[in-house]
Each structure stands twice: as C-alpha cells, then as structure tokens.
C-alpha cells in the first residue's frame, strides 16, 4: 500500500512539473487516473502531455519575423519607386535647363616677317594671340624672335669717327680799283676730321688751304694769293642711310690771306688775318662699310677786305667758289 502511495504521489508530481512547463511549449490532453492490478500500476484515462520541439518553434517565429522584415521592405522599396517616379515627372514638365556656358578660346597664329630696306634685312617671327571670353575678345601681339642684318651704310654709320681729304679747284671773283680780277681758278686742299653725334649729324675741325692762280693785268701783276682757314666743322647728312649720301657741310673759325702786287714801281706783300665761314652741299657713296668719296662745292668768306693786302684795292672782302673730291674713312 505505501509503494502505491509513493507512485500516485510521483505521478502527481510529474502532472504538476508537466503542466508548469506546458505553460510555455507543452499540449496536455484527457486526465490522469492510476490503479494498482496484481501485474502492476496500470494508467487509465490519462492526460498527455507532449512537449513541442523548442528548435521548430523557433524556427517558425524566425520565418514569420522574416517574412514580416521582407514585406516591409517590399512595401519601403515600392514607396521609394513610386517617389522617384513622381520626381523624374515634375523634372520633365519643367522642360529642357538651359546650360551656362563660361568658356575661353585661345588662338594663337605666329607668322614670318622680311622687312628690307636702306638700314639692312630684319627677319622677325611675330605671334599674334587672341583671347575669347565672355567678357569678349582680346588681342595681343609680340615678337618671338628677330634677326637683323645691318646693310653697308648702317654699318658705316656704327662707326663712331672719320677722317677725309679732299683737292680740287677753287676760284675768287675779288676785283682790284680798276675791276681786273686777282686771281682765275687754282688748286684747293682740305682734311677734315670729324665724330659722328648720331646718323645725321658729326662734328670737328677742319683746315682749307685755297690758292687761286694771280693774274697780270699791263702794268700790274698779283700772284701769291692764298688763303688759310682752320674751322670749328659740322657735317650734316639729309639721308644717312641711302646709297648715295647728300649733305651740307659747314664751319666757322679764323682765316688768314695774303696777296703780293708788283708793278714797274712797286712790290708789295701782305697779309691779314679775319673770321671766315664756309657752307656747301656734297655727295658721297659708301664704298664699304669704312671708305666713302664723294663731290662738295663750298662758299668761302672771310672777314678780311682786300684793303689790307693790296694798294689797288676795291674794298671788298674776299670771297671763294671751291669744288673738290673727297676721299675718307670711319673707323
């Protein structure tokens, strides 16, 4: 009788155990009711109770969350869609956006350039850039490189200094009391020294030596007639750079003349000393760069009055006509 005891009692506390776990993953079905036969304890109208498997009811929550996550994120998907769509119809009603369009073209043309004349050949390349933007155009120009080659009279106009002599005929037109002439034509000699103040312009001393031939006249003879004059000499060249070069010389400074008169009854030989000046008009070539010659006439004039020099004077002061060649070289 106690063991039937001990087993009802372990049965109830089993039912009990059972049915406090059934609370969460157990099914109980019918009642429990125990008897004791001579083969044993036998279980009649007995509740079962059958525990679900813990890993399938797991596995069916974790599906249904999945399922749940999936049709949210269907339902998220279809919203985006749907708002991208209606974002793509509202651009499009707006019409083509027209584009502003800020940009700049740079052109660049570089071109030769041959320039010949007097002064020589210069070849130079020039680039010529033009800028496009929208402020508008812009044009600039410079030389890229440049050559030049001087021609024979730019480079004898380089040289700083030249030197010249020159002979030829002169003649004075000076008449006596009784308007026989003094002198005809006879022999004219100068050296010139001279420094280039630019292309047009030099400056320096001159001497000119004039000896006209003296004429007789009856019962009068002059000869010895001569002229010396040193100058303060300027040259001044109108086309520096053409092959044949026109110029005027010119000076002032000191001239000193003399004159003999001989008669039957009297020899006499003076001399006096005066300012004088010069001017004429000349041409000259460029042989080369440091060799010219050339043709000048000069108008003489001295301060000095043939009362000085001759007892058969007309008071007049002495004049002279020069033509003369010329040869020189700058250095």
Avoid at 51 to 70: C, I, M, V
Avoid at 96 to 119: H, I, S
Avoid at 269 to 291: H, P, R
Wanted: aromatic share 8%.
């Amino acid at each position: 009788m106690k063991k039937t005891h001990v087993i009802v009692i372990a049965i109830v506390v089993l039912l009990i155990a059972s049915l406090a776990f059934a609370q969460q993953n157990s099914v109980t079905y019918g009642a429990v009711a125990a008897a004791q036969t001579p083969a044993g304890v036998v279980v009649e109208g007995e509740d079962i109770t059958y525990t679900l498997p813990t890993t399938q009811t797991h596995r069916s929550a974790t599906s249904a969350h999945k399922a749940a996550a999936h049709h949210a994120t269907a339902v998220q998907h279809s919203a985006s869609q749907q708002a991208t769509h209606a974002a793509n119809e509202a651009v499009l009603k707006q019409g083509e956006p027209t584009l502003k369009v800020n940009t700049t073209t740079t052109t660049t043309d570089v071109y030769d350039v041959r320039v010949k004349n007097n002064k020589g050949i210069t070849n130079y390349g020039v680039a010529e850039q033009t800028v496009t933007n929208p402020k508008g155009k812009k044009n600039t120009e410079g030389i890229v490189y440049a050559t030049y080659q001087p021609s024979k009279t730019a480079q004898a106009n380089a040289k700083g200094m030249e030197i010249s002599l020159a002979a030829g005929e002169t003649i004075s037109y000076n008449k006596d009391d009784r308007n026989d002439r003094y002198a005809t034509n006879g022999l004219a000699a100068d050296i010139s020294i001279l420094k280039s103040m630019g292309s047009h312009l030099a400056l320096g001393l001159d001497y000119a030596m004039l000896h006209p031939r003296g004429k007789t006249h009856d019962d009068r003879h002059y000869h010895g007639l001569y002229t010396h004059n040193i100058s303060l000499a300027g040259k001044l060249t109108v086309n520096p750079f053409d092959m044949f070069q026109v110029y005027m010389p010119m000076g002032v400074g000191m001239a000193n003349a003399r004159i003999k008169s001989v008669t039957d009854t009297l020899n006499t030989s003076e001399n006096k000393w005066g300012a004088s000046f010069y001017a004429g008009l000349g041409v000259q070539y460029d042989i080369t760069c440091w060799m010219f010659a050339g043709l000048e006439y000069r108008y003489n004039y001295a301060f000095i009055s043939d009362k000085d020099l001759t007892p058969f004077h007309k008071d007049r002061n002495l004049q002279f006509h020069t033509a003369m060649m010329r040869v020189g070289m700058r250095f």
